[in-house]
């Protein structure tokens, strides 16, 4: 079991796991594999003594709160997570430079919040999907363009709340996929028969009926973490206002 720590003072965070206290292997160059140096390690300890009579707290890691900006597979990214000590509220950043640095964590006091920056029609998947499917000779360009424009053009009054999410689609925390909902499929329907005829229109509307729940149809909304950081405390304050009048003291002595 996991276990945040704060120290209160210096505002430093340690995440105590069941690796802290495992010795290091470190294999010897040019020796068999059965030869390594073990090298003892307790990380806790050191935390411990680095922030010996602190005040310690224990966090709460809020559940399912964590968020990265980079896709899931990628080992080296920043990533943020919430957590609490009851009264106040944190944002944990986690990082590291390299992979073979452990991870470290940086205590933000505050929240974070997802906010949506764009949404968007998948337009070159959909049109290679279209030439793939219903043929180069069977529709032209100019009437792909039509239906990627009207397609983008019904999308920009949709609102996310009233669509489905497709969680399994997206390799990124921050792209999300959705699927259309009834209202605009129609509505995306009945403008497909200005542009497209008979067999054409026939079609596009099984083309339409079979992307719309997981395929090129899905729409994809982009976000971005905002975090908001909270004043500090006032006890830092304090300390802030004393370094002021400080330095106000080392003007004036110039
Ligand atoms: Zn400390």
Not at 54 to 78: N, Q
Not at 98 to 119: Q, T
Not at 158 to 166: A, H, P, T, Y
Not at 192 to 197: A, G
Request: aromatic share 10%.
């Amino acid at each position: 079991m996991n276990q945040l720590i704060r120290c209160v003072n210096c505002d430093e965070i340690f995440l105590k796991t069941p690796y802290d206290q495992w010795p290091e292997y470190r294999f010897i160059k040019d020796r068999p594999a059965e030869s390594f140096w073990t090298i003892a390690k307790d990380d806790f300890r050191d935390f411990l003594k680095i922030h010996r009579s602190h005040k310690l707290e224990d966090l709460k890691i809020l559940e399912d709160s964590i968020i990265s900006e980079k896709d899931y597979a990628e080992p080296v990214k920043v990533s943020y997570f919430k957590a609490t000590n009851g009264r106040e509220k944190f944002v944990i950043k986690r990082f590291r430079e390299n992979i073979d640095e452990p991870l470290r964590y940086k205590l933000i006091p505050g929240d974070f919040s997802l906010k949506l920056i764009n949404i968007e029609i998948q337009s070159q998947e959909i049109e290679k999907q279209l030439k793939r499917e219903i043929g180069d000779d069977a529709i032209s360009q100019k009437k792909i363009d039509l239906f990627l424009k009207v397609y983008r053009r019904i999308i920009e009054a949709v609102d996310l709340k009233n669509l489905e999410r497709v969680p399994e689609e997206s390799h990124n925390p921050l792209e999300i996929y959705f699927k259309m909902d009834d209202i605009t499929l129609s509505y995306l329907l009945r403008n497909c028969r200005n542009i497209f005829k008979n067999k054409e229109f026939s079609d596009i509307e099984d083309f339409v009926y079979r992307h719309k729940d997981d395929g090129v149809l899905l729409l994809k909304a982009t976000y971005k973490i905002k975090i908001t950081e909270i004043a500090k405390s006032k006890k830092r304050a304090t300390l802030a206002q004393t370094s002021l009048v400080v330095d106000k003291k080392i003007a004036g002595k110039k």
